[in-house]
């Protein structure tokens, strides 16, 4: 049901980068869908409303990921997309609503020891 949910949104927000949430409630995934702010470069970027996610996060149990579309379907995160995801420490996803794609990358795992 989430997945679906975020191709919609992806449609939805053509042609700019749509970004949500990825959460757990009542241990059930959903997808919570947030506005984009990135403003002129939300055609190539996005930036969660931070009032999105302070709202997600006081209603659900947990906010497990990112999930965002490039409007052209390129399916490949980019190095901003990769350092947010470390920096963040959540798994980002991607979406094609045109092929019904989701890929998604790990936060790095950096080994003190």
Known sequence: MWKEKAFA???KEQ???CCGLLV???????YWPCKNIS????VSNFVIDPN???LCEDSVDEIIGI?????EYNMDFSPQDIASCNALDLRFYLVN???KTI?????EVNDAN
């Open 52 to 54: 999105d996610w302070a």
């Open 103 to 107: 890929i998604y990358i790990d936060p």
């Open 67 to 71: 999930v965002h579309s490039h409007p």
């Open 97 to 99: 609503p045109t092929t």
């Open 15 to 17: 042609p700019i980068e």
């Open 39 to 42: 403003f002129k470069h939300a």
């Open 24 to 30: 757990k409630d009542k241990g059930k995934l959903d």
């Open 9 to 11: 949104h992806a449609i």
